[in-house]
């Protein structure tokens, strides 16, 4: 009872995170489930089980699950040592008048969800060992991995045919029909071997020819998936792995001994090395991104200043603002996996996550080769393994949530049945790696005694997963996915959305994501004119708090900068230092055209700009940028003249007289001063462009 619980939660945790999006409500609901899972393994699994789980957790095999955590972990804490972290902590402390803590990380949340994605991925992986310890529970867990990769493969590929591919994440990879492809190839080549024993009872309910079939079945689905978004990259990396599953049950069939094991090797490398010459590669270009199909400029720029160390994991779209070309904001890059992992983690991670990955698919392989009837569950991790590797060059998709899961899963899978679990498994074993011409003696697989003190670290060590897990549901289901009930998105700020956001109360940011997509017309608040006169308040106070305790914790925010400078020149408070909140909002997003026409306001209508050459400069860039290379942008630029002082007029006359001396003629030729007011006509509007008002 206790395991069909522990499969049904499995199986739940991976269909549902294909079909939620992440955000960190649902991830929470996710934890939660994981950990009474866990932890009813923890207590509930028979003695027996628990010790055929400790006989295969290694020493080595723990040390690598949990240095990815302890690294992103020392990511996250204070340095004690000046200069050591991101130069990015001391502009912020600078900024904010605060001190703050150096950190190798640039982004303290986007770290710490991570952290939380790591956890959940390794107590799946851990879940389903526990359950795939039965041989028949393992065979199920099988099935329903072949089911959820081509169930997901087939809905993604209707919505991708239908045009509404948009609507879902799943879509946007193809990791698990590449996954589906593998599973569904070993359940054909565990059909065949039951085919060959038939007389032998099989512990399971279905027939070798229905087995086969729908396996049939599942890889068809998974390869139209793949070849309907046009990846044939991505079909090469699941043949890759594929051809390590098959390499498997040719050996063990046809070619015994330490010969024919080294043929059908040398063949499979000849395979592995004549693939990437079907798979386009760009030259002159980092190898993490010569496979990608996308374009990774500003991922090569990134990948140019990364330090040794890394910028933090999970902060690659938080660093991508201050390197993407002008215009960019919408196409959101998708970087290959090795890239992001080398960006975030640091190139030294990158290679040991490399060796790693090489080991343990050797080391799969060579368990199945060693094993009885239940080989294909190891030759299924070893061909994982390959493929896996392969589609990190390629795309991002094995880094999102649901991806990462069905992963865990199959690893989890396979792990657990790397090795014989009974004395009749182990006999069959030896005797078989006899008549093949192996030595019985197998130093990889001693003969190990039940430890009470194993059982119990076991136990205590489930446990510990579960308290994790429990910790992270309650951190993630109390975390505010709006900023005042503002929807997070894109920002595109107008003099309203200042005035909203200026209202807000403290302690209601939002988690990650941008702050503010435009709001809605019905959304806004009338504009207080005498706000700007009225001394702060509590609210006012609260608010500004608000920003900058956000940043005390993802400091490369640029829209965040941006807003405490505009809600701090609108009150008028003399907190922060106006320039260095400007600077930083330059810095941080230098691209980001929904930033520049409330950038514009702030810095036209503050006159102490102009005695800063260096905010001079990076004003003057934002001025050609909307008179030059982006037209649609003057109106904002007119817009933000009318706003401006003296000063700030003076100043901006002297820009675009330097960089387009007709334009100013015209627009001041367009300017009419009835009595006090000043309206604006602005001269060679770009077609479709409104009128400002």
Known sequence: MVVKFLMLAVLMTIASAFATPEVSRVQGIFSALLAVAVLGAAIFISSSAVARLARRLRPLLILALAAPAVWMALQLVPLPIHGLGSPIWQAASAALNEPLAERITVDVRTTVQAVLHYNAVIALALLTAVVALDKQCASQLLYILVSVAAGVSGYAMLRQISGSDTALLLVNSAVPAALGLLLSSGMMVGALEQSRRIKQPSGSALGWATKLSLALLAMLICLARILVGGQTSIVVAALLGMVIVLAVFAIRNWFYGIWGTAGVLA???????????????????????????????????????????????????????????????????????????????????????????????????????????????????????????????????????????????????????????????????????????????????????????????????????????????????????????????????????????????????????????????????????????????????????????????????????????????????????LIALLKLSYYTAPNDLALLPLRLTIVLGTGSVASEPELRELIKRDVKIALADQPALRPALLAAYKSAGADGKAFADNLISELDPGYLQGMHAGIRVPGTGSEFSPPNRVSGERKPR
């Open 267 to 577: 063949t499979s490398a000849v395979l592995f090395l004549a693939s990437f010459t079907i798979v386009p590669m760009r030259q002159d270009t980092d190898l993490t991104i010569a496979l990608s199909r996308h374009q990774q400029a500003a991922t090569e720029r990134m990948l140019q200043d990364t330090a040794p160390t890394g910028l933090g994991a999970g902060a690659y779209p938080v660093v991508l603002p201050i390197h993407r070309d002008i215009g960019t904001a919408a196409a959101r890059e998708r970087p290959t996996a090795a890239a992001a992992i080398a960006i975030e983690m640091g190139r030294t991670f990158l290679c040991g996550l490399l060796i790693v990955t090489v080991l343990g698919a050797a080391t799969l392989f060579r368990r199945s080769l060693l094993r009885g009837h239940d080989y294909v569950y190891a030759a299924i991790g070893s061909g994982a393994a390959v493929s896996l590797a392969v589609l990190a060059l390629i795309e991002d998709g094995i880094l999102e949530y649901g991806a990462s899961l069905l992963a865990a899963a199959l690893f989890g899978l396979a792990f657990a049945q790397s090795r014989p679990s009974t004395a009749s498994e182990i006999s069959y074993s030896r005797s078989s790696r006899s008549a093949n011409g192996v030595n019985s003696r197998d130093p990889m697989n001693p003969p190990m005694r039940p430890s009470a003190f194993g059982n119990a670290s076991v136990r205590l060590g489930l446990g510990f997963v579960a308290v994790v897990l429990i910790a992270q549901s309650a951190w993630l289901l109390t975390q505010r996915p709006h900023l005042g009930g503002l929807p997070i998105g894109q920002p595109a700020f107008s003099r309203t959305s200042i005035q909203a956001l200026s209202s807000t109360p403290s302690k209601s940011l939002p988690a990650h994501g941008d702050l503010g997509a435009e709001i809605p017309a019905t959304a806004q608040p009338k504009v207080d004119e005498t706000a700007g006169s009225r001394p702060e308040d509590g609210t006012h106070l609260a608010s500004l708090n608000a920003f900058a305790d956000a940043l005390h914790y993802s400091p490369l925010r640029g829209d965040l900068w941006l807003m405490l400078a505009a809600i701090s020149k609108e009150q008028k408070s003399t907190g922060y230092d």
